[in-house]
């Protein structure tokens, strides 16, 4: 009766249900490396909130200054969120402690 119309197949899992994000690992909040990129965080955030605040257009310098600070604390932020998942333990084929 495999070929039926009207016949329930039955999956696992629910059709519409999305993957859920694994729980934030705390221990990495509370050691050196995840204290360090939080306050990197905060403070890259201070960083570039405070070239913003400049008249950083009319100088072409400023500009590259707040690109680079943008860019390196955007990146910085995807590095935090990937530790805080723990998503270097599905991607085990790249070098973390190298990329980091």
Do not use: C, E, N
Not at 13 to 32: I, N, R, Y
């Amino acid at each position: 009766m495999a070929g039926l119309a009207g016949t329930a197949r039955s999956r696992s899992g629910s059709a519409g249900t999305p993957p859920a994000l694994p729980a934030p690992d705390t221990a990495f909040l509370l050691s050196p490396l995840g204290g360090l990129m939080g306050a990197q965080v905060v403070l890259g955030l201070l960083v570039w909130a405070l070239i913003a605040d400049t008249t950083y257009y009319l100088h072409a310098a400023y500009g590259w200054v707040m690109f680079v600070s943008i860019f390196l604390w955007i990146l910085t932020v995807l590095f935090f969120v990937a530790y805080l998942l723990q998503l270097q333990l599905k991607f085990y084929m790249i070098p973390w402690p190298l990329v980091v």
